[in-house]
């Protein structure tokens, strides 16, 4: 039976996070003082949004989402390749290439699942390959970003619900497939499949990884 | 009377009788003593060969007098490709005081390297699929003299899983390919740097098996192989060395090789843990007083740190013989050393053999003994160090004694984890593991990373290790864990299990009768039992 390799991918394949996205897009906004303007709550933003990622994924991603509202589609669309080239494509872990050429050697379906944009991911995709993949993607008002994810939103326990369904629709055996991430917020990503592995894991997930014997990966 | 006789019969045999001292027996990391019963035949290592007053003088001569092949000087040109291979940290065991062998020899070499003109250098060390080295110990094993010139770039570990750094060199008559570093390939000269701990190491295995990949392992680290050879140990009787050697022909029809072997004596220990390779009938006030302070220091300390103190006492083993030139004739001349070093004439096979596992073996430096590595030493290793037939008899019963805890290192044995508690459960069978499952380990992307970017034995050396206990497996009746403080490992492993020794000993009993014979291996010790 077929099987696939499930990656999340900030932290994982690439060392870059969310907030590397979002600190891209308000560094190339209209004018210098928006520029400004933004940057700086972006930077100020920071420690909240450690300390809500800590304490929910759910919650960080409605505050995080929030930082999008009033942007245009057109203009997140058109710095999306700039941000591919200047921002993705050089953060991608040295490992990362190796793994996903080696899992697609074997005959495994290569899927991402990541709570990143749509719009961000798509170039990186391209680069990597990678045809199967579910994203985040921004409500848009005629053509201005609301602050809020269409659902259903990808974190945490719904990446695990999208790997059964996925599975299920392309005949997937679960228990031969692999997944990898470097946060604890996805362990329910790696509890449904037979090869789960922690990427340049956070503390909480080296010792889950540990505790459960998962091997531990070091990409970078 | 008897007994009198007995112990004149070799001074590395001793009986036990009623006034014999209780024998010290390694369990993982701890020292215990027992009473053994009468009669008992305790087996201890061969005193070591003096060692070679200076060793850079023996090695210049062995690179200026080489066998079968011009001077080492004489085949080198400025301009020329040179590859150093050199053998990985599984050996020697523990790990020996620096100046490691490896770094004077590589020193040398490379001073004469230099000398005539050739800068084009490359040192890999041929790890196959063990673990790779960290940056720490590469530098312990060359000295920073070498370290810092050469490393990273021109300082490295193999890597099996390199598909652009491999070559096909050629294929065996069943069609299984040797696959050998491209580096070493693509030189002009390589200079393969030894240390023959066992009569296994060394010879063609040295290239052919260290700078290999895994398709190319996997033709003869297989279960039949194993259960052919008898022992291992025993390079004339060893079906695994017959399918090496047409391997290293093929390597040496391909390849300029220049071997450079040596051969260790046997002076494991000296200073605070040399009673542990002395009788302990002749031990003195201090050597009671010494083993007294190691073994009430131990027992306060939690079992890592114990593993590291052990781990930080290096070997003092001193060289026995250099000898260089092309790989059948250097070998034959070291193999020969080992032998005169190693080989213990014993008459007479016992019914139970004893053995404690302590905590050194090739594959747990700085780490841990997990199972399947404590089974690789009683019934590979412990069980293999016999030449003309087993020590013990066929059907007997091996007694080993270890806490067989449930520990893995997660860094250094991933692969085995899942080994261990997702396939031996199912089977213990060799040739259904190897058909079933090899493959999908040797394979599974994590471990392959984990072995390319970390420092984790291959996917598939679990398997390796457990096929090495084959032809021991094959051949005892029962095994027994003393000490074993779960059940479950052994149970696993398929052993019995008893509290301590003088219970294993009862079961053993009366599995193989009152009268049975019992025998012991004094460890740590490397003894080749020549059996009559």
């Keep these: 039976m077929a099987a696939a390799a499930f990656y999340d991918l900030e932290g994982t394949l690439v060392s870059t996070n969310l907030v590397h996205t979002l600190g891209f897009y308000a560094k190339n906004q209209q004018g210098l003082f928006r520029t400004f303007k933004k940057s700086a709550s972006t930077l100020l933003s920071i420690p909240v949004f450690a300390v809500t990622d800590q304490y929910s994924r759910k919650v960080f991603n409605d505050l995080f989402f929030k930082r999008y509202k009033g942007e245009s589609e057109d203009r997140l669309r058109f710095f999306a390749e700039e941000l591919f080239e200047g921002v993705l494509k050089p953060a991608i872990y040295p490992g990362a290439i190796e793994l996903i050429e080696k899992s697609r050697s074997l005959g495994l379906r290569q899927v991402v699942v990541t709570g990143a944009l749509d719009l961000s991911v798509v170039p990186l995709m391209k680069y990597l390959g990678i045809d199967d993949y579910v994203t985040n993607r921004l409500e848009f008002v005629n053509g201005v970003a609301t602050g809020r994810l269409l659902p259903p939103v990808v974190a945490a326990a719904t990446k695990a619900s999208w790997i059964r369904t996925f599975a299920e629709r392309e005949g997937l055996s679960l228990s031969d497939s692999y997944a990898y991430t470097d946060s604890m917020s996805d362990l329910p990503m790696l509890s449904v499949v037979g090869h789960p592995a922690a990427v340049n894991p956070d503390m909480r997930l080296r010792q889950t990884a540990l505790h459960h014997d998962w091997p531990i990966l070091n990409l970078k | 009377m008897s007994l009198q006789l007995h112990r004149k019969t070799h001074e590395s045999v001793v009986y036990i009788d009623r006034d014999s001292a209780p024998r010290i027996m390694p369990s993982g990391e701890d020292f215990i003593l027992e009473d053994l019963p009468i009669g008992t035949r305790v087996i201890y290592p061969k005193p070591p060969i003096k060692g070679l007053p200076n060793r850079e003088a023996a090695i210049r001569y062995a690179l200026n007098h080489p066998h079968d092949c011009d001077p080492l000087f004489a085949q080198l040109y400025p301009g020329m490709k040179v590859t150093i291979a050199v053998d990985d940290i599984s050996l020697p065991l523990p790990p020996m005081a620096t100046p490691d062998i490896r770094q004077t020899v590589i020193e040398i070499v490379a001073d004469m390297l230099a000398g005539h003109g050739v800068d084009d250098v490359h040192i890999i060390i041929a790890n196959s699929l063990h673990r790779k080295l960290t940056e720490w110990e590469m530098k312990r094993m060359v000295g920073s003299k070498i370290f810092d010139e050469f490393y990273p770039d021109r300082y490295y570990n193999h890597d099996a899983e390199w598909a652009e750094g491999l070559v096909t060199i050629g294929h065996t008559k069943h069609k299984e390919p040797l696959r050998i570093n491209r580096r070493c390939v693509e030189s002009d000269l390589i200079i393969y740097v030894n240390i023959n ?27 039949q192989t194993i259960r052919d050879s008898d022992s291992y140990m025993d390079p004339a009787r060893s079906a695994l060395n017959h399918k090496i050697i047409p391997l290293g022909k093929m390597v040496d029809e391909k390849l300029n090789v220049f071997h450079i072997e040596t ?143 449930d520990e893995f290192d997660h860094n250094f044995h991933p692969s085995y984890i899942e080994f261990f508690n997702r396939l031996l459960p199912e089977t213990r069978d060799s040739f259904t593991l190897r058909e079933k499952y090899e493959r999908e380990f040797a394979n599974n992307p994590s471990y392959i990373e984990m072995y390319r970017r970390g420092n984790a034995y291959h996917g598939a050396h679990p398997f390796f290790m457990w096929y090495w206990g084959e032809n021991g497996r094959q051949h005892v009746g029962k095994v027994i864990a003393a000490g074993a403080e779960n059940a479950h490992v052994p149970a696993m492993l398929g052993w019995d299990r008893a509290d301590n020794l003088t219970e294993a000993i009862a079961m053993a009993r009366s599995y193989m009768g009152r009268s049975a014979e019992i025998t012991m291996l004094h460890q740590p010790m490397i003894g080749i039992a020549d059996m009559e």
């Design chain 2, 197 to 223: 701990l066992v009569p296994m190491d060394g010879g063609h295995k040295s290239v052919a098996v260290g700078l290999c990949d895994y398709e190319s392992l996997r033709s003869h680290h297989e279960p």
């Design chain 2, 263 to 405: 051969a260790l004596n046997n002076r494991m220990y000296t200073g605070a843990l040399d009673f542990l390779l002395k009788n302990e009938d002749d031990f003195t006030s201090f050597d009671r007083l010494k083993f007294e302070t190691i073994r009430r220091t131990m027992s306060k300390l939690p079992r890592a740190a114990r593993r590291k103190m052990l781990h930080s006492m290096p070997s003092q083993y001193e060289m026995i013989a250099c000898h260089a030139g092309r790989t059948d004739a250097v070998h034959e001349k070291i193999i020969e050393k080992n032998f005169d070093q190693y080989v213990i004439p014993i008459k007479g096979q016992c019914d139970i053999l004893v053995t404690g596992i302590p905590d050194i073996s090739p594959y747990n430096v700085y780490s841990i003994l997990n199972p399947l590595l404590v089974q690789v030493m009683a019934l590979g290793y412990h069980f293999n160090f016999y030449r003309g037939k087993p020590l013990l008899k066929k059907g007997g019963v091996l007694i080993l004694h270890h806490p067989c805890y």
